[in-house]
Structure formats: structure tokens, C-alpha cells
């Protein structure tokens, strides 16, 4: 079993950056998919990014392509997402989450973390 904790997150304006870190406690991470997935007032849940277990592959949605990055480090036991040219619909709260299997982007990771808030002015 893992527990991620999410951190980084925060009160930015529109075209600044971020950087979230995923620390993972329990089992090392290095056999795990990780995936970052971001909530919206009023909205569900929804996939941002995924790293497969060697970090080799990635994958992103549409709307962020070209801004966002996923990378890990597995011998800290680590996943981040840098956020570059961030927008006000980047806002949200931002969850890592961790599975074994099964398609990266879809919703059914094994462990989630408590999210962070990230909120982008205009």
C-alpha cells in the first residue's frame, strides 16, 4: 500500500508556474502509475497527466499538452507536475493518485492522495 501527499500548490496569476510534488510513504513507488487529476467547484474530477512506472511514457490531456510536465524520481519516492503558463481554468484542487494497472487515464487508481488547491487569477 501507498499514501501520496500532495503539496505545492497555491495563489498564482495567470502565466505563472507551479511545481506539485507527489511524496509517496509505504511502498516505493517505482511499481506504480502515478496520475495527477485536477477537481473544479462544481465539476468532476478530472485526468490532468500519468508517468508509468519507468518514466518512460507519458500522457497528458489536451488542455494542458505543451504546459504541463510529469516527471518522478523514484529513488526519493517522488512524482511532480511542473505547471508552466498557467491559466484561471487551471484552478482547482489537484490530486495524485497510484495504480498497478490499467489504463493511465482513467479514474480508477488504487490510492489518492488529499488533493492540493491550486488557484490562477486573472
Known amino acids: 500500500q501507498v499514501q501520496p501527499v500532495e503539496s505545492g500548490g497555491g495563489l498564482v496569476q495567470a502565466g505563472d508556474s507551479l511545481r506539485l510534488s507527489c511524496a509517496a510513504s509505504?511502498?516505493?513507488?517505482?511499481?506504480?502509475?502515478m496520475g495527477w487529476f485536477r477537481q473544479a467547484p462544481g465539476k468532476e474530477r478530472e485526468f490532468v497527466a500519468a508517468?508509468?512506472?519507468?518514466?518512460?511514457?507519458?500522457y497528458y490531456a489536451d488542455s494542458v499538452k505543451g504546459r504541463f510536465t510529469i516527471s518522478r524520481d523514484n529513488a526519493k519516492n517522488t512524482v511532480y507536475l511542473q505547471m508552466n503558463s498557467l491559466k484561471p481554468e487551471d484552478t482547482g484542487v489537484y490530486y495524485c493518485?497510484?495504480?498497478?494497472?490499467?489504463?493511465?487515464?482513467?479514474?480508477?487508481?488504487?490510492?489518492w492522495g488529499q488533493g492540493t488547491q491550486v488557484t490562477v487569477s486573472s
Open positions: 493518485a497510484a495504480k498497478t494497472r490499467g489504463p493511465p487515464a482513467a479514474k480508477n487508481y488504487d490510492y
Open positions: 508517468i508509468i512506472w519507468s518514466g518512460s511514457t507519458t
Open positions: 509505504g511502498r516505493a513507488l517505482s511499481s506504480y502509475i
